[in-house]
Nanobody, 117 residues
Framework: VQLVESGGGLVQAGGSLRLSCAAS????????MGWYRQAPGKQRELVAS????????NYADSVKGRFTISRDNAKNRMYLQMNSLKPEDTAVYYC???????????WGKGTLVTVSS
């Protein structure tokens, strides 16, 4: 499975961005997809996740009510709509796909989101 993120950039506080993750390869094996982020000097953390059917989502407390995760299985894409962005949201955002059958985590190379105050 290959994952490619897009949509990052520079935005002012209070603004919005929409990240996209394009998946290719053995996407049928993916069970859960998610967005993680890593700020300078900090550990990578889970931002949001969504199950294969899109029926179940999970969010970090810090983004609840501001971010929305979704996926379009027909297009093999996952999205993260980010609203009311804050400077503390500045980080590299990574797309993740997890396969329970082969017990593997797949990662994209990341896209940088910078929120200016």
């Amino acid at each position: 499975v290959q994952l490619v993120e897009s949509g990052g950039g520079l935005v002012q506080a209070g603004g919005s961005l929409r990240l996209s993750c394009a998946a290719s390869g053995s996407t049928f094996s993916i069970n859960v997809m998610g967005w993680y982020r890593q700020a300078p000097g900090k550990q990578r953390e889970l931002v949001a996740s969504i199950t294969s059917g899109g029926g179940s989502t999970n969010y970090a407390d810090s983004v609840k009510g501001r971010f929305t995760i979704s996926r379009d299985n027909a297009k093999n894409r996952m999205y993260l709509q980010m609203n009311s962005l804050k400077p503390e949201d500045t980080a590299v955002y990574y797309c993740n796909a997890r396969s329970y059958s082969v017990r593997v985590d797949y990662w994209g190379k990341g896209t940088l989101v910078t929120v200016s105050s």
